[in-house]
Structure formats: C-alpha cells, structure tokens
C-alpha cells in the first residue's frame, strides 16, 4: 500500500510464501472481493494510492482532479497501455477500443457518423420495435433471467443498427461466445499466472469463443459486401456497409481483418454495457416501489396510449434521472485502465512510464466526498444545481475526453426506450433474496456472478 512520504518512499518487495514463491496476498484479495479491497485501499490510503500486486506497482485513481489529468487536459501523455491489451487484444484485435494514436484517431473519424445525432434520431423506432416484439413473447407470472433477456435484445439493437440485419437466428451463438469473452475476463484462477503460451482451461475455452465469433462476423460482413457490390445497398445503408466502403486520405480502404475487428468491437461495447444498465435499474426500481410509482406516472402523464419515440424520450425527465442515478450506483464499467508513456507526476507519486494506472468510477460515483448519502438510490438527487456543483470527473460513467464512448447517446437513447416500453407492460418482481449488489464480480464489465432472476407481472 501507498506510504506515508509517497514521493520518494517505494512499497516493500512482496515476501516469499512457505514455498518460496511470490506471496500472494494481494492477488487472491484483489480476486476474492475486487469492490471491497479497491474500496479499502481508496478509503485507507486516498485519491491516489499505490499498492502491489505480484511484484507489480498499481496506482489507484479516485481523485477527481487526478483523473481530470489523465482522461482529458493531459491525455496525449497515456494510452490503455499492456494490462488492457492483454484482455482484450486476442479478442478484439486494433479495433478501436485497443487501437491508439493516428490509427485510432483515423477508425474513430470512420466510425462516428454512424453515431450522429440524425443518425441515433434514426435508431429510435427500431429500437421500441425489437423491445416490444422481444416483451411481446413474455408471459404473465413466469420467471425470467432478466440479465440475459437484456443481453439479448441489446445484441438483437446494436446488430440492426450496424449492419441492418435481423440475427435472431445467430444471437445465441454469438451472445455465447461474447459471455465467454467476458467471463473469462474476470479471471480469478491461480491458473491465470502462467504464461500466454501456457494452455488452460480457460484459455481454451476463450479461443474456441473467439473462433466461433470470428467465423460469425465474417459471415455477416461477408453478405454486406456481396449485397454492396450487387448494388443491393449503399453505402450509408449502415455502420458495416461505411465501414467496407470509406476510404481513408490516401484512397484505401479498411482491410477485412480490420473491419472485423471493428465489428466485434461494436458488437461487444454497443450490447453488454447497457443491457448490464438495463439489468440493474430494473433491479433496483422493484426495490424500491415509490421511485417506480413515480416513473409509471411519467410515462402515463407524457406519453399517454403513445409509444416512446425519439422525441418523447427527451421529455421524460424522471426516466432520465432513474438512468443517470442507475448508472451512479452501479456503473456497468466499474474502472478504465491506462498508463503513462513517460515518467508522470501524481498526487505526489512519481509514476514510472508503463505503469498500470486504474481509475475507479466505482469508487468515485459511490463517494460521500461528492454525493451525499451516496449509497442510496435517490434519483431525485440530480437536480440542475447539484449538477452545477458536482466535480465533472465525479459521474463518469462512458470516460471522459477524446476517447469518451463514441455510442454514449445510442446507448442512453437505448436503455431510456427500453425501460420506458417494458415498464408500461410489466412490473419486474424480484424473486431471489439475494442482494444482487454483494453478487458482482470485476470483468472488464461490472457484471452478475448469476442469473437475475426476477417475476412478470402484466399490468
């Protein structure tokens, strides 16, 4: 853990255990609670705390003005650095949440018109479509996953909106190989210390997901540039079918590996991180009854026998509020990973190039420094003047600076039609006495270590 003179003081060598090897305190603590230990740490040892894991120097991040540095005036000085890369790299190769530099920079000017404000007004219909026909199937009193009903019709929304096409047919298989993908993730297995080159379990099990993904995504890009070259569709039919067809400064265009690389980043980040939103806002809003109450009349005062649209959602106030304090409380990403790329100053550390940085929106969101009684969900709490007062790097939940989440408004859009339309066909009960808070485990993702099963019932 951090010293107290953290300017020139360095954290002790980690002791050998009874076999001679690392001790590994940290590692299986970090493992068996992730919350609870980055909690303890930050609690213990302030807004910039270094502590080690295998030998390894960490600094977490919880100090809002830290974090400003690093995500936004300062940027250019970090990159998501090696940690990152190894989850995420044999998975989703240079797309472009591991690319960085001019290349990233030359995907991200690619792929942002597929998320401009015309085109997101464009997304809105469909997106009430494929949620009322996905509820249309449920069934008064039955019980259900409620987590993987999201996963599901989130993946159903973004691949429609990336590539026009209707994929219930794949959905199961590539819903599976991306929760493999993200499971795991989180890791936790001794077994994860070997070397890459060290088969596992795991690791195998990781491939063959990727591998089915891979074969899956060639598939569909492949259909897109056949329909493309036929004359079927044109260019601007949808983000696949731009990103075959744009050409970059110098006339070329993006090589297959690269789009697909693309697509299954935009598979991955455009469905789990707001089906997990989904997922806890509807847990949270059948505990607590009076906030529900209170939307329901929204929706009925706004929106009347109407369904929510585009430019419906926008005057749904509460709703919004409901997200926003969803997303406070439990943050779908729960922390973002960087390091420096030249020796930094940090809160009075001096970090070393290459060193792992965590920056927690975990700990910042749920801090009383910022929010008052921050452990409650209190949607009423974000008025104009607590906004106006509270620190911009204190709710974070899609980063901050150049490389804030390019879909940020598709996914707020999303989940706002989304809970408006399934909340005025049916209340969500919870059946398991199980606090779903206590049961979440650190992927890359802040996600269930179950099934969420919760009850319909038709209103």
């Given at each position: ?86 989850q995420l790299r044999p998975v989703l190769g240079n797309g ?106 795991g690791r195998e099990k990781l491939r063959e997901a990727v ?41 070329e265009r993006m090589a297959a590996e690269q789009v697909r ?199």
């Amino acid at each position: 853990m951090s010293d107290t003179n953290p300017s020139s003081a360095r954290p002790p060598e980690a002791a050998p255990g009874p076999d001679g090897l690392p001790f590994l305190g940290s590692f299986l603590e970090n493992r068996r609670d992730f919350f609870a230990f980055r909690d303890r740490v930050a609690a213990e040892h302030g807004g910039v705390a270094r502590y080690e894991i295998l030998g390894q120097d960490v600094f977490l991040l919880t100090d809002p003005d830290a974090i400003r540095r690093v995500l936004v005036t300062e940027n250019e000085r970090y990159v998501k650095g090696e940690l990152f890369q190894q989850q995420l790299r044999p998975v989703l190769g240079n797309g472009l949440l591991n690319s960085e530099g001019d290349f990233w920079r030359r995907q991200r000017h690619l792929i942002q018109p597929a998320f401009t404000p015309d085109r997101i007004a464009g997304y809105a219909d469909m997106m009430v479509g494929v949620t009322e026909r996905t509820s249309g199937r449920w069934r008064d009193g039955e019980v259900r996953d409620v987590h993987r009903d999201m996963m599901g019709l989130t993946l159903d929304i973004v691949a429609r909106a990336l590539m026009g096409v209707d994929i219930r047919d794949r959905t199961p298989a590539i819903g599976g190989a991306l929760d493999t993908v993200m499971e795991q993730s989180a890791g936790g297995s001794l077994l994860d210390l070997l070397p890459p080159s060290v088969p596992t379990p795991g690791r195998e099990k990781l491939r063959e997901a990727v591998a089915s993904l891979d074969r899956i995504v060639d598939e569909l890009v492949e259909e897109k540039r056949r329909a493309l070259r036929d004359g079927e569709i044109g260019p601007d039919a949808d983000v696949v079918s731009a990103l075959l067809t744009a050409e970059d400064d110098d006339g070329e265009r993006m090589a297959a590996e690269q789009v697909r690389d693309e697509v299954k980043t935009l598979l991955l980040a455009g469905h789990e991180t707001t089906a997990l939103s989904l997922t806890f806002t509807l847990h949270l809003l059948a505990r607590h009854p009076e906030i529900e109450q209170r939307l329901l009349d929204e929706l009925e005062t706004e929106l009347g026998d109407e369904p929510a649209g585009f430019d419906t959602v926008r005057d749904l106030k509460y709703l919004d509020k409901v997200v926003t304090e969803s997303m406070r409380l439990l943050p779908p990403v729960h922390g973002i990973l960087r390091e420096p790329t030249e020796d930094v100053e940090l809160g009075g550390y001096r970090v070393p190039e290459g060193t792992p940085l965590a920056i927690s929106q975990w700990i910042v969101h749920r801090d009383s420094d910022h929010y008052d009684d921050p452990l409650a969900f209190r949607p009423e709490r974000w008025t104009d003047d607590m906004e106006r007062e509270l620190h911009p790097l204190a709710y974070f939940p899609f980063s901050s600076g150049p490389r804030r989440c390019v879909g940020d408004r598709f996914a707020l859009l999303e989940a706002k039609l989304i809970l408006a339309t399934l909340l005025r066909r049916f209340a969500f009960e919870v059946v398991d006495p199980v606090d779903l808070e206590a049961n979440l485990e650190a992927s890359i993702t802040t996600r269930p270590t179950g099934p969420v099963r919760m009850r319909l019932h038709e209103r």
